[in-house]
């Protein structure tokens, strides 16, 4: 099992390096955004798209959704820990066991299940088996919601994986069972 929890961890660690990168391109994007707007005033031509505006909020979105197995794999989340950090490392392990398996998983789940079928609704499947078309942007020169809306359901399910190895590792650590690259 801790093979599977490390192999889950790596790909974590992949996605949060993606993530990374889509921090710097949304900023890109959104420097460009901001100084073509300018520009494109002053000389009277637009130089920005609503694609682009679009594009900018994609990557945005993506930073989050590609992140969260990441900042979870780190303990970086936002946890209140008045308690906790006085805790011993087993007791610690028995805490993140159960909120990881109990309500993390299920949370992950319940959010998959009602995010899907809009997802398949904007991809063009239609609820009694048809197919229509994606959904676009109302925008002009928008980009289709399809992708983005699936990532929805890739995020949630990076982060339900992530849980899935926490669960192992913290498993492993109250039986005893040394987790490498575990400093607790």
């Given at each position: 099992?801790l093979?599977?929890a490390?192999?889950?961890?790596s790909?974590?660690?992949w996605?949060g390096a993606?993530?990374a ?10 420097f ?6 300018y ?8 130089l920005?798209?609503n694609?682009?505006?679009?594009l900018?909020?994609y ?5 989050f ?9 780190h303990?970086?989340?936002v946890?209140?820990?008045f308690?906790y950090g006085?805790?011993s490392?087993k007791?610690r ?11 993390l998983?299920t949370?992950?789940?319940i959010?998959i299940?009602v995010?899907?079928p809009?997802v ?6 239609l ?11 109302p925008?002009p020169?928008g ?13 949630l399910?990076l982060?339900?994986m992530?849980a899935?190895?926490?669960v192992?590792k913290?498993?492993?650590r ?6 490498p690259?575990?400093?607790?």
């Amino acid at each position: 099992m801790l093979k599977l929890a490390h192999w889950i961890d790596s790909l974590t660690e992949w996605l949060g390096a993606a993530s990374a990168i889509s921090v710097i391109l949304t900023v890109a994007i959104g420097f460009y955004n901001v100084i073509a707007r300018y520009i494109g005033k002053y000389i009277g031509i637009k130089l920005t798209t609503n694609m682009m505006i679009e594009l900018q909020w994609y990557l945005f979105s993506l930073t989050f959704l590609l992140g969260f197995a990441f900042i979870l794999k780190h303990g970086d989340n936002v946890r209140v820990d008045f308690l906790y950090g006085d805790w011993s490392p087993k007791t610690r392990a028995w805490v993140n066991l159960v909120g990881h398996a109990v309500f993390l998983t299920t949370f992950c789940a319940i959010g998959i299940y009602v995010v899907f079928p809009e997802v398949m609704k904007s991809w063009g499947l239609l609820p009694d088996g048809t197919y229509g078309t994606w959904e676009m942007s109302p925008d002009p020169n928008g980009l289709p919601r399809a992708p983005i809306k699936s990532m929805m359901v890739v995020g949630l399910a990076l982060l339900f994986m992530q849980a899935l190895s926490e669960v192992i590792k913290n498993a492993a650590r109250i039986r005893g069972i040394p987790i490498p690259g575990d400093e607790a």
